[in-house]
């Protein structure tokens, strides 16, 4: 969607120039070719000097033709400022807009505000879902994903500030703490295998998520009990994640943090499925060495059968 005033359309990702087509506001900014008014000293889009002897207003003004005043200068230089302008037009400072409630989330690269569903950021043009800035870690859970032969169910990963996790009303939308990942200096080996241990996590989640009909089945809840979807983990617990090898205890679980609820029990089994390629022969023979529950077994065997039946091999 293009709305008057953004740098960039958020669907094609053109840069968006905001010229005075209706002679609505009576001047255009040398510098950037966008709507002014003869009476601002700055371009509030480029931030150009445009102050001109005998046109320019010497006071600030609220609201000249063509402008609205949404708000005063954020300076106190007593001028109005228009959303979302980033300069006050009146003494060129830079102007910051709180845009919670018009967007779902905010763009790791430039902060402002953008949607999940957006694929260039209206306001810097880079990408808003920071998928960019883990392009190694994503290829590497698609590459896993595929070998393990599950079907794409429309997955889409965001990096944004809070906390990672799936949100049961948006089933598909995969977010995931842009602070391991935007500002860090050095993308080691260890916060990788954490990136792709987390994603293949929160990505068991949307899974699950997206086939809920399945945790009604008798199978599924033999192997994984009651879920109740109400439930939504809060995930500063990633340290966790970077295990790639199944605990000794809990017996019954894959990992102590599957133990905490039955929907992390499923997204930490669906890490390991996953991570370890499917290979349930392998994955089996370590389960054989710790001497871990029958149960166990089976909460891998229900996964394996729901995602041949998802490819349309059909039940065993
Ligand atoms: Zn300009
Ligand atoms: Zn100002
Ligand atoms: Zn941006
Ligand atoms: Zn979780």
């Given at each position: 969607m293009v709305t008057r005033y953004r740098s960039f359309c958020s669907a094609c990702g053109r840069a968006q120039r905001w010229s005075d087509d209706g002679g609505v506001t009576g001047a255009e900014c040398y510098k950037c070719g966008w709507a002014v008014s003869?009476?601002?000293?700055?371009?509030?889009?480029?931030?150009?000097?445009?102050?001109?002897e005998g046109y320019s207003s010497d006071e600030p003004l609220k609201a000249p033709r063509g402008f609205r005043m949404d708000a005063r200068c954020d300076w106190g230089c007593g001028g109005g400022v228009q959303y979302p302008m980033r300069h006050c037009p009146w003494c060129s400072r830079p102007q910051s807009w709180n845009e919670d409630r018009f967007f779902e989330g905010g763009c790791p690269h430039c902060g402002r505000g953008v949607d999940d569903w957006m694929n260039t950021c209206p306001w810097c043009g880079g990408d808003p879902t920071g998928r960019d800035l883990i392009p190694r870690a994503l290829t590497r859970v698609r590459r896993l994903l595929l070998v393990s032969r599950i079907k794409d169910w429309g997955y889409r990963v965001l990096l944004r500030p809070g906390i990672s996790g799936v949100d049961?009303?948006?089933?598909?939308?995969?977010?995931?703490?842009?602070?391991?990942?935007?500002?860090?200096?050095?993308?080691?080996?260890?916060?990788?295998?954490?990136?792709v241990g987390l994603l293949t996590h929160e990505l068991g989640h949307s899974f699950l998520y997206n086939h809920w009909d399945w945790t009604r089945t008798r199978q599924f809840r033999r192997a994984f009990g009651e879920v109740d979807?109400?439930?939504?983990?809060?995930?500063?617990?990633?340290?966790?994640?970077?295990r790639r090898r199944i605990a000794i205890a809990p017996t019954n679980f894959v990992s102590a943090y599957a133990a905490k609820h039955p929907q992390e029990d499923f997204a930490e089994t669906f890490r390991f499925y996953v991570t370890r390629r499917g290979r349930l022969r392998d994955l089996f023979g370590e389960f054989g060495r710790k001497r871990k529950g029958v149960i166990l077994y089976e909460k891998f065997l229900v996964l394996q059968d729901y995602v041949r039946a998802l490819r349309g091999w059909g039940n065993r």
């Open positions: 003869e009476k601002f000293a700055s371009c509030p889009w480029c931030g150009a000097n445009i102050h001109e049961p009303q948006y089933p598909s939308i995969v977010e995931i703490e842009q602070r391991y990942v935007v500002g860090r200096r050095h993308r080691d080996e260890i916060s990788w295998t954490m990136l979807k109400a439930y939504r983990g809060m995930d500063n617990t990633w340290v966790y994640f970077q």
